[in-house]
């Protein structure tokens, strides 16, 4: 039975590279969407703001009415707006008189499918009849990682060797893989992590600690990885002194190797690790990592501790999922969303803390990164006060 579902994995591994095609490619373009379209650059922090906004909304969407619409009608849909939006960022802009609106249109189109794969992937994992579910949660979540290097390398690659003008047959070229999946998601085998009418609800979720104590995690999760990984790329130009480029490949790209190297070495280990000890002692390496890179007077260090910090977050958004799903397992679709949506309220929020606090601090990145330790350092007593309460059996784990 176990090989009916490797197609599954499949197409949900290659639904997360989707979902790392469609949050990488339209930044690396920024500048170019300035030059070539005359957008100030105040208007093009709009993509960023729409794309994650847009998740948000679908994460709501989906703990109310994917139940009601089908796992695979939404996960085909999410496929389909993602070939839908990375199409139309190549040729909108230029059809539209406003060259924005067509961008817009289009970062919202494949958010859209973004925020449908981020929520449905990982319950479909989560029904496949495999064992040591954490692992296979962790290993999924990597794909993501993986598919951040790739869209970062092979563009950067494709741009040295077409030139930056020819972007918009590259944004079609990576319109090929949603388009594939889509018959992978058509024809491969899909279950339910809970029958139909038979999951908690939303008041049920909303009445268990373990649930909050989740949202939390996810919270920090978010903030803890989101925080560093924006910042990544100016701290390796800041400490080694490098261009762009090369700041780009040493910062946010080695944050995003370390962080699936983390969730493979989960993957292919889960079996024989305890989760919430691994958590915990990522927590500890994340703060440590922020702190090197907060007070550090070498710059290599500080790039070091920005680097290791990918590592560090990387158990964290799929370890949090799994924690509460083994123990609400008929918390259903609902649950998922609201843990995505948690998710990404800590994307949105880390960034802008460490930002407003190193405004405020005449510039000082590293005052930024010091506010940052928050976020570790609440996951690390979170875990904590989760295991004691399992400990104490005060946790109410439905049967």
């Not at 123990?327 to 609902?334: E, I, Q, S, V």
């Not at 010091?370 to 350092?377: K, L, N, S, T, Y």
Request: hydrophobic content about 50%; some cysteine; glycine content about 10%.
């Amino acid at each position: 039975m176990a090989n009916n579902y490797k197609k599954t994995l499949t197409a949900c591994y290659l639904g997360f590279v989707t979902q790392a095609i469609t949050a990488n490619f339209a930044p690396l373009l920024f500048l170019k969407f300035h030059s070539a379209f005359r957008i100030p650059l105040g208007k093009i922090a709009l993509i960023s703001t729409v794309f994650y906004l847009t998740q948000l909304a679908v994460d709501i969407f989906c703990s109310f009415f994917v139940d009601r619409i089908g796992y695979r009608k939404c996960v085909i849909t999410s496929e389909i707006c993602a070939v839908t939006g990375l199409i139309g960022l190549a040729f909108l802009p230029d059809l539209l008189p406003d060259p924005l609106t067509g961008i817009i249109i289009s970062v919202i189109i494949y958010a859209v499918g973004s925020g449908l794969i981020e929520v449905l992937c990982s319950p479909i994992v989560e029904a496949c009849p495999f064992e040591h579910k954490e692992a296979a949660m962790s290993l999924l979540h990597s794909f993501y990682c993986w598919g951040s290097v790739g869209v970062i390398l092979l563009s950067t690659v494709f741009f040295a060797v077409f030139g930056i003008d020819s972007w918009k047959w590259l944004a079609c070229i990576w319109a090929i893989i949603p388009l594939c999946n889509i018959y992978n998601f058509a024809t491969c085998p899909i279950d339910y992590t809970v029958e139909e009418g038979s999951g908690m609800g939303i008041r049920g979720l909303f009445q268990s600690p373990l649930f909050w104590m989740s949202i939390v995690l996810m919270v920090c999760a978010g903030a803890s990885e989101m925080a560093m990984a924006q910042w990544a790329s100016a701290f390796a130009e800041s400490a080694l002194k490098l261009s762009k480029t090369t700041g780009d490949l040493a910062g946010p790209c080695m944050f995003a190797v370390t962080m699936g190297i983390s969730r493979v070495i989960y993957g292919k280990r889960g079996d024989k690790l305890d989760l919430m000890k691994f958590m915990i002692g990522s927590g500890c390496l994340c703060l440590l990592c922020y702190i090197l890179a907060s007070i550090s007077d070498r710059p290599v260090l500080g790039l070091i501790g920005c680097i290791m910090c990918g590592f560090s977050v990387g158990i964290m958004w799929p370890g949090a999922i799994s924690i509460c799903s083994k123990r609400l397992p008929n918390g259903g679709t609902a649950m998922f969303a609201f843990l995505a949506t948690a998710g990404d309220l800590g994307g949105a929020f880390g960034p802008g803390l460490v930002g407003n606090i190193t405004q405020n601090a005449n510039n000082d990145l590293r005052r930024g990164m010091m506010a940052g330790c928050i976020f570790p350092f609440v996951l690390i007593i979170s875990l904590l006060i989760l295991k004691g309460l399992y400990r104490n059996k005060n946790v109410h784990t439905p049967e």
